[in-house]
């Protein structure tokens, strides 16, 4: 058993080498002085100074945020809503509507990113940011209800029914209950659609405008026209904040985890 | 402080009758317990009271007025739930005044009424703990202070005390029979433990099936139960099977008897608690006046205050509780009698 | 507040977005599929079931198909295969802290950038990267890998992308297994390998399918890895549907193509879908 225990570790610590590694050298490469990634490494930071020069980026980078920060503040409120509708009542077709959330995880982001491109040409929408943040919101809407939901599951409903047996209004049981006991999961289902938003490719890609980018799509479009290690930089301090979101999740939602 | 009248309640949740034509008075300042096994509908009766739910047939009133369109929150209510409900982000202090915050009473109001309620359930100094840092007992007593701090109409119940272990229900009981009786608040309690029931409560109704099957004073449902449901599910009874004779029963274990009151149909069910039975050695002579039957002790359980006997009559096991007077038990396989006064020779028809 | 007025007021907002951005995409997809060019200006456009057509005439499309589908397979498969294990160790070998640190760090990268980790790869693989000069350093005169711009190399991203969503789904699946479930098997004389095949196997099922499913139906719709990765070799019905988009402007055709990819996703699953049933 402790043979087999034995392997069992290994084998993890292995699984985390394979997903790091790639990453790490990534990193690793956005600190080498030479523009043709010559090896070995002679450590430098002239990219990320480079960086600092680089007004195309630093636009797109307030593109992502606004767009994250919009379609983060859209989706948790709707997801929160839906959520506790789903948890509170039980309707005619609430089965059906349950489903009906889920297609923007289970349908590619392919098909989603050039259908949405082709209906919003169509109805006169276009591309641009504001497109973005339609798209994006829908996204995220099925992971904040996920989360927000797998907080409800041990919410004991009979905290609702305490506040109104007190003389609490529907809205104030809402606000003063219930909300702040879901915080956590609020709280972690914002950062989960922040982290979504900011690192969603696909649909940014069909509805990016010329010109007006964020910056999955700038770094995209940048491999394609030759690597530069100014790249590695910025996809370092994207990849960080990704990182440093999540772990903020992982504060208040247990990934997986049993309650 | 009000009086409830439930008048003619029913309620059916999908195919299954929750509460069937249900009417009860619920008398000011008084103490009720409403007894039924599981899903007999007494938590409906409960949370229509409070309001949670609505009767498809039937009215509420309280203190004279109907409320069957108040919501919940306006009915004035106070309710103790079986887990407590403490809002877990809130400290004793907050849960406790929440009644009145949402109310907009001011904060120092707040402050000294929340003492006092504090005070009345022994908790005073407890203000600023979370309710995770609380003993069943102490989480109970905030639900309790909760509950009664806006000093509702009605003080409603739902199983409070069962989530507490023996001791500390025991405890309880007492506490919960005392706080009652300062405040004098109409205190409607579901359970369904009997013991609870009889030692806490003025008046008890008992639920059978979505119907109020009997109420009265827990003598007078103890000692004169109408059914053989109620005969037995408060208290414990032997029921012995017969046929009418005239104003006696033959029983089918043999033997007849005299019973309470004449039998109202031939085939018929005898009722006797264990408690009401007197057990002689074979030698002895029973009182003439008395039933009896006779029988073989198959067991005995010796538990210090009592002896309990298991005696089998014909193909039935009848039990018998008799005080521990003398220390000397009847040992399994005598042969003995057992004779029990007529009066407390209850007769059933047999459905 | 009544519930009918309750519900509505809760799930309206969040159902009209997906309503707008979901379905009536969808629908106006659907309809492009079926005209015979894009609808601009004054061009004359007609109804025509060519764009299928297409498809089922060139078999250059139905090779294609076949490969995207093949590549699914195989991510998932591999995804499985390492997965699974990791899954089962993480759950059962060990406890604690560890164990959620652990948990954590093998997630975390699920959820970030999912461009950057395949940008991550072309440093790796590609002429003169960081593998080729180690190995080369090691083994004096190997020369050149040629692992950049490859099938394998696609395979390598995506199976990188994607297999902690199979840890994920497959560890909760596993960690809801009852220790004393394994343990009574044990003690009823049940071997390791009876244990893992009998009990372990079919009560993670729920997870495994989960799992395949989030990593088929996207590596199916994948563009951006073939592309970056595979170069010349990475055209796969993904970049061709991205194409008609982007770059031919033929959206009828890249219409057609998406329902037919969906179409036959959906066959797919439908035909697993008895395995799910008989575990449920």
């Known amino acids: 058993m402790n043979f087999l225990k034995w392997i069992g570790r290994t084998y993890l610590i292995c699984i985390v080498v394979f997903l790091y590694v790639p990453i790490l050298v990534m990193v690793a490469l956005s600190f080498n002085e030479s523009q043709l990634y010559r090896l070995p490494i002679e450590w430098s930071i002239r990219w990320y100074e480079a960086l600092a020069n680089n007004s195309k980026l ?9 767009v994250a920060f919009l379609s983060t503040c859209l989706s948790t409120m709707m997801g929160t809503a839906v959520a ?142 030759g690597l530069t290690p100014e790249i590695n930089a910025i996809s370092t301090l994207v990849i960080l904040l990704s990182m440093l979101l999540l772990l903020g999740v992982s504060r208040f939602y247990r990934f997986g985890g049993r309650d | ?71 919940v929150e306006k009915r004035d209510i106070g309710m103790v739930f079986q887990n407590y409900a403490l809002f877990p982000n809130m400290d004793v202090q907050a849960n406790v005044g929440f009644g009145l915050r949402v109310r907009g009473i001011s904060t120092s109001e707040t402050r000294l009424l929340v003492g006092e309620a504090l005070e009345l359930v022994r908790l005073s100094g407890f203000d600023n703990r979370r309710p995770d840092q609380l003993s069943g007992g102490q989480r109970q007593r905030v639900a309790l202070a909760r509950a009664i701090v806006t000093k509702p109409r009605v003080l409603l119940l739902d199983e409070p005390l069962s989530a507490l272990d023996r001791n500390l229900r025991l405890e309880m009981e007492i506490e919960l029979k005392r706080i009652q009786r300062d405040v004098r608040i109409t205190t409607i309690f579901v359970t369904h433990d009997q013991e609870e029931a009889l030692t806490m409560s003025d008046q008890i109704g008992i639920l059978n099936e979505g119907q109020l099957v009997q109420h009265g004073s827990p003598v007078d449902i103890y000692e004169n139960p109408q059914s053989v449901f109620v005969a037995r599910f408060l208290g414990e009874a032997n029921l012995l099977k017969g046929q009418a004779d005239g104003s006696r029963v033959n029983l089918n274990v043999g033997g007849t008897v005299q019973t309470r009151s004449k039998p109202a149909s031939p085939q018929v069910i005898c009722s006797i608690r264990p408690e009401k039975i007197s057990i002689h050695k074979e030698q002895d002579i029973p009182p003439s006046s008395s039933n009896h039957i006779a029988g073989q002790v198959n067991e005995h359980i010796f538990n210090g205050t009592s002896l309990n006997y298991l005696v089998q009559c014909g193909d039935q096991v009848l039990r018998v509780f008799v005080q521990n007077l003398s220390g000397e038990l009847i040992s399994p396989n005598t042969q003995v009698h057992l004779s029990f006064r007529p009066e407390d020779t209850l007769v059933f028809p047999d459905a | 507040m009544n519930q009918r007025a309750a519900v509505l007021s809760l799930i309206s907002p969040a159902y009209l977005w997906l309503t707008l951005t979901i379905l009536l995409p969808l629908s106006a997809m659907l309809y492009y599929s079926f005209l015979s060019d894009v609808p601009i200006g004054s061009r004359e456009v007609s109804w025509t079931l060519e764009n299928y057509g297409t498809f089922f005439e060139k078999a250059f499309y139905s090779e294609l198909m076949l490969r995207s589908f093949k590549l699914g397979a195989e991510v998932t498969t591999f995804c499985l295969l390492l997965g699974f294990p990791c899954a089962l160790a993480l759950a059962k070998s060990i406890g604690g802290r560890t164990k959620e640190a652990l948990f954590l760090l093998i997630i975390l990268p699920f959820w970030s950038n999912a461009l950057v980790r395949i940008f991550s790869w072309t440093m790796v693989l590609r002429g003169n990267g960081i593998l080729e000069y180690y190995i080369n350093w090691l083994l004096p005169g190997t020369g050149p890998l040629g692992l950049m711009f490859t099938y394998p190399a696609i395979l390598l991203g995506l199976v990188h992308s994607y297999l902690p969503y199979m840890i994920l789904t497959c560890y909760i699946s596993i960690d809801a297994i009852d220790n004393q479930l394994l343990e009574a098997a044990r003690s009823l004389g049940a071997g390791k390998l009876t244990i ?85």
């Open chain 3, 196 to 280: 893992f095949f009998r009990l372990i196997v079919p009560l993670a099922l729920p997870g495994i399918v989960a799992g395949s499913v989030l990593i088929f139906i996207p590596v199916i719709g994948s563009f951006m890895e073939p592309r970056l990765l595979g170069g010349r070799n990475g055209t796969f019905i993904g970049t061709i549907i991205e194409d008609q988009f982007t770059a031919v402007f033929n959206w009828p055709l890249g219409a057609a193509l998406s329902f037919i990819m969906m179409g036959l996703v959906l066959l797919v699953l439908l035909g697993f879908s008895p395995l799910v049933r008989r575990f449920k």
């Open chain 2, 1 to 71: 402080m009000a009086s409830v009248s439930v008048q003619n309640i029913s309620k059916n949740f999908g195919i299954t009758v929750a509460l069937d034509r249900v009417s009860y008075e619920f008398e000011n300042g008084k103490f009720f317990a409403l007894l039924g096994p599981s899903g007999s509908g007494k938590t409906t009766l409960l949370r229509m009271i409070a309001g949670f739910e609505s009767p498809d047939r039937g009215s509420i009133q309280i203190d004279g007025k109907v409320v069957d369109h108040i919501p």
């Open chain 1, 84 to 225: 506790l509708a789903f948890y509170r009542y039980d309707f005619r077709a609430k089965r059906l509507l349950q489903i009906l959330i889920f297609p923007p995880i289970t349908i590619p982001w392919l098909i989603i990113g050039t259908a949405m491109l082709v209906f919003f040409f169509w109805v006169g929408i276009g591309r641009g940011l504001h497109a973005m943040v339609l798209g994006h919101v829908a996204l995220s809407l099925p992971y904040v209800v996920i989360v927000v939901s797998a907080r409800l599951k041990s919410f004991d409903s009979a905290l609702e029914d305490a506040a109104r047996s007190l003389g609490a209004s529907y809205w104030q049981t809402t606000l003063w209950v219930t909300v702040p006991w879901l915080m956590p999961g609020i709280i972690a289902a914002a950062l989960f659609a922040f982290a979504v938003s900011l690192d969603q490719f696909v649909i940014s890609y069909f509805l990016a405008a010329p010109g007006v980018t964020t910056l999955p799509v700038e770094i995209y479009t940048a491999i394609r026209k």
């Open chain 1, 58 to 66: 630093h636009s797109a980078t307030v593109n992502s945020l606004t």
